[in-house]
């Protein structure tokens, strides 16, 4: 058994495919790891906060997940007064307000957006507050204030003028109290009333419940779950093709009789294919080691997890899609046959599993199909490793096993029918 699994992985090492896999899968995985990047679609909590957008053309259709009246808000003002106006929009719970904040945007070149791309985003409003906002909104000058952009028909946009005029309203009655008080009138002055009298007003206390089996987190921890799924898709490729290589060289060793020779000796078919699933196990140890070269040389350090946690489910992900795929080109016995499967099995279970976006909105079906795929389960380990419950460990060590005894089992199942019909 040893001189076959010495002899496949000479066959593998040459292989310039293998050494692509092998070097390329790791690399861009700890790429996507390093990136700071905030996913909103995978934090579905109720997030009563304002939304700051990167560029003017950000779309805003993706942070509305539970339904809020979007709004998207050019601010050329930067000042306490808008900061005012918009918090106490976002802190009615109907509105999702979704800024971009930069002096230099006018009225001329919100009317270009408007007119070329905002139209198609779903939006219910635009709002412009120009450089002059907060001098106007002192002086009473509404009109002059704001510029505001009805989007769709949607009867939430009277409730949003409402709530506009409130907050206007409320500001003149504070300009009259800092009278009565004989403070200076100036955006501090103001601002100091109106949060004294928003103080006064009880609050709305906004109560989350979780499951037993969910796992509340951050805006944060859910960026970086995200960042992990797609370091899986990557790796899971990596590992997937190299299984197959190794499946190759026993298509090869079947067609070419060297299978019929290495049986007359003492042998057996079980220790034959225990030697391939030993070498598809030693490329899943180099693809992981890889990787660990790869975070520790780009240092991966503020990932919320530890690095040898993610080489730890790195390891254990890389042990079932290897052998799976081993098994499914072994069974295929056909070279091309096995390629293909080999791209299917990767591109389904990642789409399946919830790798690419999340899957909390889908069908019953789909859900069912998900809790199948390992990627899944994965993803539930880190979202165990970020709130560091101990349990992980017991969970996917279970997992990999309950795969291996699965892919094991109809792999060789599937071994013993392929030889009857041959």
């Given amino acids: 058994m040893i001189s076959i699994i010495k002899s496949t992985l000479k066959v593998i090492l040459r292989n310039k495919v293998f050494w692509f896999f092998l070097i390329i899968a790791p690399f861009v995985s ?33 942070n509305g997940s539970n339904g809020e009246y979007l709004v998207k808000v050019y ?11 918009l918090n106490r929009l976002k802190d009615s719970g109907t509105f999702k307000i979704c800024r971009y904040k930069d002096k230099n945007v006018n009225i001329d070149t919100v009317n270009r957006l408007i007119d070329s791309s905002d139209y198609l985003d779903r939006m219910g409003t635009v ?9 106007n909104a002192l002086s009473g000058n509404t009109k002059d204030a704001i510029k505001l952009f009805i989007m769709t028909d949607d009867k939430r946009g009277n409730l949003f003028k409402n709530e506009l005029k409130n907050i206007f309203a409320d500001m003149e009655r504070a300009k009259e109290s800092a009278s009565i008080l004989d403070m200076e009138l100036s955006e501090d002055s103001i601002i100091s ?36 799924g797609y370091a899986f898709a990557f790796m899971t490729l990596g590992f ?32 034959y294919f225990i030697a391939k699933f030993i070498v598809s196990a030693l490329t899943s140890v180099m693809l992981t080691g890889v990787m660990a070269i790869s975070m520790f040389a780009l240092g991966t350090e503020s990932m919320g997890i530890s690095r040898i946690k993610v080489l730890f489910m790195i390891l254990l992900i890389g042990l079932i899609f290897s052998t799976l795929s081993l098994m499914l080109g072994v ?20 789409l399946l599993s919830g790798l690419y976006f999340p899957l909390k909105d889908t069908t019953k079906a789909i859900k069912a199909a998900s809790n199948i795929m390992p990627q899944k389960w994965f993803l539930e380990g880190t979202e165990m490793f970020l709130v560091n419950d101990n349990k992980v460990y017991i969970m996917l ?26």
């Avoid at 299984?243 to 290495?262: C, D, M, P």
């Avoid at 069974?331 to 591109?347: E, R």
């Fill in 397 to 422: 060590l279970c997992i990999t096993v309950a795969y291996l005894i699965v892919i094991i089992s109809v792999g060789s199942l599937g071994l013993k029918l392929v030889k009857e019909e041959v």
């Fill in 331 to 350: 069974v295929s016995g056909n070279i091309m046959t096995a390629n293909i499967l080999a791209f299917l099995v990767w591109n389904v279970t990642a």
């Fill in 30 to 62: 700890t790429l996507i790891l390093n990136v700071k990047q905030t996913y909103t679609a995978f934090y579905d909590k109720d997030r009563r906060e304002i939304v700051e957008l990167e560029d003017m053309k950000d779309k805003v259709a993706y």
């Fill in 127 to 135: 709002l412009f507050l120009d450089n002059d906002f907060a001098a």
């Fill in 193 to 228: 009333v109106l949060t004294h009298r928003d103080e006064s007003i009880p609050k709305k206390e906004i109560v989350s419940y979780v499951g037993k089996n969910e796992r509340e987190l951050t805006q944060e921890q859910s960026s970086m779950r995200a960042q992990c």
């Fill in 240 to 271: 997937v093709f190299a299984g197959i290589l190794v499946s190759h060289t026993a298509i090869r060793e079947q067609k070419n009789r060297v299978f019929t020779r290495i049986k007359l000796t003492t042998t057996s078919e079980a220790e």
């Fill in 75 to 85: 601010d050329a003002s930067d000042s306490k007064i808008s900061e005012y106006v």
